[in-house]
């Protein structure tokens, strides 16, 4: 039996581990652990690899969201469209921000808001639109954007699983008005602890939610406005800095394993794989199947030693924080078919063929 893990970050942690352990003692030796030069770096060789002018750091991807929509002024009243289907983070940050929670079909193949269901979504009180790039698939970046643009909506990007992604060949993130990304230590670019990032092309949105995200200035001492406290600690931004380089062969990696998954598992009857829109560059932070007995075939996996997860079991309208709602099944017909039936395999860049190999071979036992 081949054990597989859901995702192996110390392998990765070997792979670079001379990198990762210089980065680490130089903020040691230099006490750079809040702000500093490492958290500079990081956000400006972020913004770089992103093609955007502007890059806020701070503690966490949940943050970033909050920090973003703050600076775009949510305020009560205020309706945020976002996907049923998504990590809480994305709706709940709306919430704390003093908006109001709308929930949009998503997408019966790319698990991302379906445009076609948003306009009818929109009232007088909507100021924007958040598209999550879920699972590593760019939203339909397009449609959204004309969207926006016809209501005058702006757009926040949830980047938090979709560092690098392309839609039409153009970097997620470049597209709305801000991006929100997390560096969980799961995600494509991982920390080694939590850490996050806004990413903008606005220079006056930029310093708002520098200034919100460290006690209202930008500078210590000074308060222009009341803030909160979300700093990338230096730590990790080294971390991130000595990671950033590699992430690109992280992707492609990814990528080529997503597409001998795709070979290997095509012809095994009663499972759905993951479907990749026309344009679009997915990087394959997971690799999500479908099936009927989705929880009969995790208990199999896990008795052959594969790890497997869930994203996620009950859609964001249909779990207790949102009972309040009253949504129902029929009202997001997409994401609650999806919920009871996705199932994500183990995919991470250091996966080797056997690994692989293992996968494949117990859910053929399982099928047959
Ligand atoms: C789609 C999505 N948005 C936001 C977040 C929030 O990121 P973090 O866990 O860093 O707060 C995550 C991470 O789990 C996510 O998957």
Redesign the pocket.
């Known amino acids: 039996m081949t054990p597989v893990p859901f995702a192996d970050l110390h392998t990765q942690y070997l792979s670079i581990k001379p990198e990762i352990d210089a980065a680490i003692a130089d903020v040691i030796r230099n006490s750079a652990f809040v702000r500093g030069p490492h958290v500079e770096h990081f956000e400006s060789a972020f913004a770089a690899a992103n093609g955007v002018e502007h890059c806020v750091s701070c503690a966490?991807?949940?943050d970033s969201?909050y920090i973003a929509m703050h600076a775009l002024g949510v305020g009560p009243g205020d309706e945020v469209i976002v996907p049923a289907h998504?990590?809480i983070?994305?709706s709940e940050t709306v919430t704390q921000a003093g908006g109001t929670v709308v929930f949009c079909d998503t997408d019966a193949d790319t698990y991302t808001i379906d445009p076609a269901q948003i306009e009818a979504k929109i009232t007088p009180r909507t100021v924007g639109i958040i598209p999550?790039h879920?699972y590593g698939q760019p939203a339909d970046m397009g449609a959204i954007m004309a969207i926006a643009a016809k209501h005058k909506l702006w757009v926040l990007e949830?980047c938090?699983?979709a560092h690098l992604a392309r839609y039409k060949g153009r970097m997620v993130g470049t597209f709305g008005n801000a991006a929100s990304f997390?560096f969980?230590p799961g995600k494509n670019l991982g920390a080694m602890g939590?850490a996050?990032a806004v990413v903008t092309h606005d220079p006056a949105l930029a310093e708002r939610m520098a200034m919100f995200a460290r006690h209202g200035g930008l500078t210590k001492g000074d308060h222009r406005i009341e803030g909160i406290n979300s700093r990338l600690d230096g730590m990790q931004a080294a971390i991130l800095s000595a990671k950033l380089p590699h992430l690109a062969g992280w992707t492609r990696r990814r990528q080529e394993i997503a597409a001998e998954y795709g070979q290997l598992l095509s012809r095994i009857p009663g499972l759905a794989l993951p479907i990749t829109a026309a344009g679009r560059e997915h990087v394959c932070h997971l690799y999500v199947v479908r099936h009927e007995q989705r929880y009969a075939l995790a208990r199999h996996l896990k008795e052959c030693g594969i790890q497997t997860a869930i994203n996620y079991p009950v859609a964001l309208p249909f779990v207790p924080a949102y009972a309040r709602l009253g949504h129902r099944p029929q009202d997001f017909p997409n994401a609650y078919y999806h919920q009871s039936r996705v199932l994500s395999l183990p995919l991470f860049p250091e996966m080797t063929s056997g690994q692989i190999r293992a996968v494949v071979d117990a859910i053929e036992d399982f099928a047959h």
Do not use: C, E, I, R
């Open positions: 966490n991807g949940t969201l998504s990590w983070s994305t999550v879920l949830d938090a699983q997390s969980y939590d996050g």
